[in-house]
C-alpha cells in the first residue's frame, strides 16, 4: 500500500485519533496536576488577628490554611504579651492556601528608661509624665498634709526610686501623694465608652486606683470599652479603688449594655438627691 493509499484509508484516522485523544488526554491531565500543584482557583480570605493573642490565634479555624511567622516583637503599653500588633498581608486579602501571615507582637518588658523625676509635681502631671513614657501606675496611697494632690514619693516594688534610674517600659510605679485633710474626696470622671488605656489615666489622675477589670469576650486595645464600674458614686474618697467592665464596641449588645448603665446612674444620682434633701 502506497502511502497516498494509507493517509485515504481507515487505519491511517484511526491511528490519528488516538494520537490527537493521546494528547488531549495529556494536556487535560497536565492542567490538573498543574492546578493542584499550583492551588489555582483555591482563595482564602486573610482573618483580621491585629489584637489579638498569638496563642489564641493558633486556635482559630480560620487559621488552619495559613502559617503563622513572628518577625518582630515590641514593647506597647497597655498591651498584653503576645498581642498581634500588626500584619501582613492585611484582614480582607485574597490569597493562596498555605501562605506565611507575617506578624509583629508586643513584647513582655520594653527598652530601658531614665526614671523621671516626678515628686513636688501635681498628680495630674505626674501621671502624664509616667504613662507618656511607657510607665504604669501602681498603687496610689494618700498621706494628711499642708498641701493637697502634691507628689511626695514615687515607689517601684515597694522601694523608693530615684530620678534617672533604670526601669523599663512598662513597669508600675506607685505613688505617695500628699492630701489636704479637707480636701479627701475626687469626682468620679467620665470613662463610659473610654478604651482601658484612657479610662485608667483619668481615674489615676483623679486620685482613684484601677481595680478589678472583666471583658465581655476578647480583650480587645482598640475596641474594648468601659460599660459600666464600681462603685458608681458620683463623689468618691481619694484613693478608691474602681472596677470596670468592657464590652467590645463592634458588638450588637454595646450600646445597649451602655445605655442602660446610664440610666442606672441617673436613677442612683435622683434617689441620692431625694435623700438628700429629706
Not at 506607685?174 to 492630701?179: A, F, G, P, R
Not at 469576650?217 to 484613693?239: A, E, I, M
Request: hydrophobic content about 35%; overall charge negative.
Amino acid at each position: 500500500m502506497s502511502f497516498k493509499q494509507f493517509v485515504k484509508s481507515k487505519t491511517f484516522f484511526i491511528h490519528l485519533g488516538l494520537i490527537v485523544a493521546s494528547f488531549l488526554l495529556l494536556l487535560v491531565i497536565s492542567f490538573f496536576v498543574l492546578k493542584i500543584y499550583t492551588r489555582h482557583g483555591q482563595e482564602y480570605i486573610v482573618p483580621d488577628i491585629e489584637g489579638k493573642v498569638v496563642s489564641e490565634i493558633e486556635q482559630m479555624s480560620e487559621m488552619k490554611y495559613f502559617d503563622l511567622v513572628v518577625i518582630d516583637s515590641i514593647f506597647k503599653e497597655d498591651t498584653p504579651s503576645g498581642t498581634i500588633l500588626s500584619q501582613e498581608p492585611v484582614a480582607d486579602s485574597k490569597v493562596k492556601k498555605g501562605r506565611k501571615i507575617y506578624v509583629t507582637v508586643s513584647s513582655l518588658s520594653g527598652d530601658e528608661l531614665n526614671m523621671p523625676l516626678c515628686t513636688d509635681i501635681s498628680l495630674k502631671t505626674a501621671v502624664q509624665s509616667l504613662t507618656d513614657i511607657g510607665l504604669r501606675i501602681g498603687n496610689i496611697s494618700f498621706r494628711p498634709g499642708d498641701i493637697s494632690n502634691i507628689v511626695i514619693e514615687q515607689r517601684k516594688s515597694g522601694k523608693i526610686i530615684r530620678q534617672n534610674e533604670k526601669v523599663r517600659r512598662g513597669d508600675v510605679i506607685d505613688l505617695v501623694v500628699e492630701m489636704d485633710v479637707n480636701s479627701t474626696t475626687t469626682n468620679m470622671p467620665d470613662i463610659l465608652g473610654k478604651t482601658e488605656a484612657e479610662a485608667e489615666r483619668l481615674l489615676w489622675s483623679a486620685g482613684l486606683n484601677v481595680g478589678r477589670k472583666t471583658f465581655d469576650g476578647q480583650q480587645d486595645n482598640k475596641h474594648s470599652r468601659v460599660v459600666s464600674y464600681d462603685p458608681t458614686f458620683k463623689g468618691l474618697t481619694l484613693g478608691t479603688t474602681i472596677s470596670l467592665h468592657f464590652i467590645n464596641d463592634t458588638k450588637n449588645s454595646y450600646k445597649k449594655t451602655l445605655r442602660q448603665f446610664e440610666e442606672q446612674l441617673i436613677l442612683e444620682q435622683n434617689g441620692y438627691e431625694e435623700e438628700v434633701e429629706e
